[in-house]
């Protein structure tokens, strides 16, 4: 894979329906369309600098793991349990239900234009959606490349259309809501506006799972990054921008579908064609999240710090269903009782930023710790160190500021110890325990029909 595959790969990874979900957060937090756009400016910077540091890491320890490998040789199997268990059980599913949920939202969107929907016939459909997406993923890998492909041109047609259309309403002169750009700017919730603003770039460090495939992964990983990140950025400014040729703030943050109010208030005929694009986009990322946690799962299964059930796949189509049908059951549990959008934003930002905090610690300490890894690429250590800073600061002004979304997160993220305590470190489980479980990992075996790597056809 060379830098323009690495390229193509990172931006279909990163683009998605974060940009749909989060602009009319990131508006609403910040206040104004001048802050807000350089909210979209920083959160872009910040994942360039955390990308490198991810390069150092990626190149020096190549795993299909990622964090999960850096953080277990940093730190010892309970860094590496904690961040198995954010992607697992808390981040992946949270942006699941995001997905579904801004999916319904774009649907329902053609009967309830005037006024918010049922949140009963919103958490229904997203149910309905979630099924559809699960059934396709346990049905087969090919099935379910065919409805990634379909969805990312539906993803790249949407982002196309609204893009185009701010264009045309710039060249018709609509600039009016960018004469006072900063009017009514808001900065004491402006950590929510950068979790807000950092959810659209989720995937940038995706890359590193697929190093073993990249050509020249010195050059190669750290050039596609920066090269991708600078073009998400370019194309969300774009995005965004776009809204206010046709809408005030206020028009923004009262509606919860903000790519079709735009385009609606343009081209009504796109009234029929932006909602089915972006509920494409969604359905898109929430299949993709679910696809690709079999991997994590694999290797944690593998150091036995996860159930070795987990791990196995379909004899014939090599999928891992019971990784798959866990995360589908836990992102209805959080579908069901944790349905917000703007807190599930900040809650996976937070979590998922923490993780990432502690891999970029693992950085510094392994570069004294093992000093003798061969590492193709160094970053300046200022950069690890700045980088570092900026997530601390972050997250000590969330809890100062943003009190309810840190303490849920950090309760969510204290479930990580029972379930390290019983699965792991807990070596001597009664005899009765150890029956009942593999009697039942048997039953799951026979139900799904999932084997060992070794006997997959």
Known sequence: MGLLQAINLLLACVI???????AKTVLEYSGSYGLSILVWIFCGLLCIMGALCYAELGCAYVSSGGDYTYLKTAFGDFAGFVRVWIEV?????????LSVLTASNYLVYWFYSTCPPPVSLVKCLSSFLLLIVAAINLSSAVWT??????????KIGSLLIVVGVGIYQIFR??????????ENSSYSKITKALYAGLFPYSGWNYLNNAIDDLKNPPKTLPRAIVISLLLCIFIYLLTFSSYFTALTPYEILISDATAVSFSERVFPVLLYVIPIGVTMSCIGAASGNIF????????????????HIMAMKHYKSNVPMIAMLFEVIVSFVFLFFMSNIDRLIICCGMINWIGILLASVALIVLRYTQPDVVRPIRIPLFVPILFILI?????VASAWTDS?????????LSTAIPGYIIGVMWKKKPTSFTKQYNSFARTLQK???????????
């Open 89 to 97: 059980v808390l981040s992946r599913p949270m942006i699941v239900v």
């Open 404 to 412: 309810e979304n840190i303490t849920t997160s950090l309760i969510l």
């Open 292 to 307: 690709t946690i079999g991997q994590m799962f694999n290797v944690a299964g593998r150091d036995g710090l996860m159930p």
């Open 173 to 182: 002169g609509r600039t009016e809501n960018f004469r006072d750009p900063f």
């Open 145 to 154: 490349n065919h409805l990634h492909s379909v969805c990312n041109y539906f």
């Open 447 to 457: 139900l799904f029909f999932v084997v060992t790597d070794e006997h997959v056809e």
């Open 391 to 395: 997530l601390i600061v972050l997250i």
């Open 16 to 22: 998605g329906s974060g940009i749909f979900i989060s």
